[in-house]
């Protein structure tokens, strides 16, 4: 699988076993609508759900282990006790998972830009987390949790990169981020489910002589397993290599991803376009704001238990109860992605998500700690602020690209910048602080929020001057910077 692909015309020459595509009924200045619509209808049935699901594995394999860590913890039969673990090595251990995030995220685009093609990689992926997470219910020991958190996190790293590599392969600019936010979305029902199947599960501790968190490991990890067959078997990877388009529909889907980037293309980038692309800085605005963004989103995904439980409520229910805080971000997400892209504004959008976000938790830390209700009302209202910003915020991102022969390379860095974002998360809720309601977590995170929408509200106006002084790209090509 590792053998360099020696044949590149399937993706630099739209070709297929060397026979090129005819393009016949493709209009080189204007994509017909009626044909585009059709078009996103097959590849909404093929790929979004797909990408959806699996993105959801993924977040439930990233996340179980923070419901594992009170469920059952009454009768000392949580992760933490099992594994003579303390509050501080559970965050060192979710940091590690963070450090190989960020670490592993541009080698693994790299590797499939390059060597393998996207749904060999992200089977490969899938099989090696989903082992891996079902050896988690065979831990005895914290160095065993330590190393398992840390290979789970360098094959998960490449993961969501990869479903934006394809996304991007297959849909214009401007029909990216509500795909996006659909499979974006699946990570908040992953939030929802987690914690539904962790309520279930907990009734279940001692069955077969195992703890309820082994179970829960055991039958995620089982189900990422089988979910590698799909991968391979229903994910396209390029349009020039789809054997259920015809020859004028891998053409047309080609052709109309030529405005403003898109598609799959091997060229090597300049030096200079690599280092704009790192450095300049607007994107690094960009990367610090989804840093920012991150830290609110690694508190849900690994903290939500902790938080809820800090509510006064014993272990089991705090599984359930995590539920309602991700079912709201799920159709946040959704409403705003769509209108973000429909209405070319994503900066204005992803200001006022922030900035009600941003509220939310500075609310929680202000109430009184026997507020439960309100304190938890505003952990539904932070949850607006917080995974519903991600998907526009990452195909702004893309979208602005100095060059576009470096999305791939914008997409590895952007996302890899969660990995700081979750480390800066899984130190800010301090077990001390429980019974004073988690104060410097809930203002760590109004903060961020609070900074995001002034980043988003700056780059839009940024970007507005950009446009109106036609600034080109690094490559001096005309562009059209989007909102």
Not at 51 to 70: E, H, Q, S, T, W
Request: proline share 5%.
């Amino acid at each position: 699988m590792m053998d360099k692909i020696e044949t590149q015309e399937h993706i630099e020459n739209n070709s297929e076993e060397g026979k090129p595509i005819p393009p016949e009924d493709v209009d080189n200045e204007e994509v017909d609508p009626r044909r585009n619509r059709a078009l996103n209808r097959r590849l909404d049935i093929r790929i979004i759900p797909l990408c959806g699901i699996l993105y959801l594995l993924n977040f439930l394999d990233r996340g179980n282990v923070g419901n594992a860590k009170v469920l059952n913890q009454e009768t000392n039969d949580d992760l933490l006790h099992k594994t003579g673990m303390t509050a501080d090595g559970y965050a060192i251990a979710v940091s590690l998972f963070s450090v190989a995030y960020a670490l592993f995220e541009v080698p693994s685009n790299w590797i499939m830009k390059h060597y393998v093609r996207p749904s060999v990689w992200m089977a490969f992926l899938l099989g090696c987390w989903g082992a891996l997470t079902l050896g988690f219910a065979g831990v005895n020991n914290y160095a065993t949790v330590l190393a398992l958190r840390l290979l789970i996190g360098m094959f998960e790293a490449g993961f969501f990169p990869a479903i934006l590599y394809v996304i991007s392969g297959w849909y214009p600019y401007n029909e990216r981020a509500v795909r996006m936010a659909f499979v974006v979305a699946f990570s908040n029902l992953a939030g929802a489910f987690g914690g539904a199947i962790a309520y279930g599960i907990g009734h279940a501790n001692g069955r077969g002589g195992l703890e309820g968190f082994r179970w829960l490991f055991i039958i995620e990890g089982a189900i990422t397993i089988v979910s590698v067959i799909p991968t391979l078997l229903i994910l396209p990877d390029y349009p020039s290599r789809a054997k259920f388009l015809s020859p004028s529909e891998k053409a047309f889907a080609e052709q109309r991803l030529k405005a403003r980037g898109g598609g799959f293309d091997k060229s090597h980038a300049s030096k200079k376009e690599l280092v704009s692309t790192f450095f300049s800085p607007r994107m690094l605005a960009h990367y610090i704001a989804y840093i920012a963004n991150v830290v609110t989103q690694g508190s849900f995904t690994f903290y939500t238990p902790t938080i809820v439980a800090g509510l006064g409520y014993d272990s089991i229910q705090a599984q359930l109860l995590v539920v309602p805080p991700w079912v709201v971000a799920f159709v946040v997400a959704l409403a705003v992605s769509y209108t973000a892209d429909r209405f070319n504004a994503r900066g204005w959008h992803i200001t006022a998500i922030s900035t009600i976000g941003g509220l939310g938790w500075l609310t929680a830390g202000l109430l009184p700690t026997t507020s439960y209700a309100s304190r938890y009302g505003c952990l539904c209202m932070a949850a607006a602020g917080a995974f519903p910003a991600s998907p526009s915020m990452t195909n702004w991102t893309i979208c602005n690209t100095p060059s576009l022969l470096t999305i791939p390379l914008t997409i590895a860095i952007h996302n890899s910048s969660a990995g700081i974002g979750q480390i800066i998360a899984q130190w800010i809720w301090k077990a001390s602080e429980e019974k004073q309601g988690f104060p410097t977590g809930n203002f760590v995170c109004a903060a961020c929020n609070f900074f995001v929408a002034i980043v988003a509200f700056s780059l839009r106006l940024w970007y507005g001057r950009m446009n109106a002084k036609g600034v080109k790209d690094v490559r001096g090509e005309k562009r059209i910077w989007v909102y």
